[in-house]
């Protein structure tokens, strides 16, 4: 039986499935394929590296650090999140914080990333292998928030969150030849997104960058229909959705570690349903 797992992101509240993750790696439970976006695909990278409790360091240590994001950055480089810290200046081999590249390429997990094409809008998935030795640039360009950051170019094309044209992709998982998908989110999934809450950022994009800001205004749309087409997957009991019930008041730019901390608990007090649904 094949089982995948597809991971949103959600910035910050990514603390969340930190601790799912590690619940995993604790009781030795591993899966066919990963899918993830963002800050998930860079917590499923670390689950196939297994390297249990180093994701959430990135969310209570390095972030307090003026290197790893802020204003300061966002006037000198275009960019609030610094990506190039986090992926190549703490990750890399003999760096303070390495990834694992040798578990990772060993791991017969397979793993896919989801970026948006900033010049298309459109969503590109990329497999496993587009992660290389010493080089995470795949991830830094799926995790890319549009507006907050200048597209990531990767492959002489640029690109932003996966987030923005494919929100959640678990009908490609499906389409993939999963048998089971766990779908996990980083927000109450009983919460629809508004269209609002991108309206600015859609408008600030469209300059530069126009099929990204279509992408980006539809956003809303799109997740609010991929959850409402959960509901047929999970009577079939092929699907099963966990996610926090609160994000503790997080955003990429407002967060405390004890806040962190609940969420990431609150992640691994999920795993046993998460368990329990892959091994059944």
Known sequence: MKKGIVD???GMKCAFSSGLYD??????IMITKAYGISAGASNLVTYISRQRGRTLRYYTIYPKRKEYMGLSH???EGSFLNLSYIYRTLSNRGCEDPFDFDTFFSS??????????ALTGKAEYFPKSALKDNDMRILEASATLPVLNKPTVFEGTPYFDGGLSDPIPYKR???DGMDKVVVVLTRNRHLPRKRSKDAL???ILKRSYPESAKALSMRADVYNSEIDGMAEYEKEGKLLCVYPETTEGITTTKFKVENIMKLYEAGYEKGPLVASFLKG
């Open 8 to 10: 949103v992101g959600g």
């Open 23 to 28: 619940y995993l790696l604790d009781n030795r």
């Open 74 to 76: 966002f006037i000198k």
């Open 108 to 117: 017969p997990i397979d793993a896919e990333y989801v970026a948006t094409n």
């Open 173 to 175: 998982a499906f389409e």
């Open 201 to 203: 950022p859609s408008w």
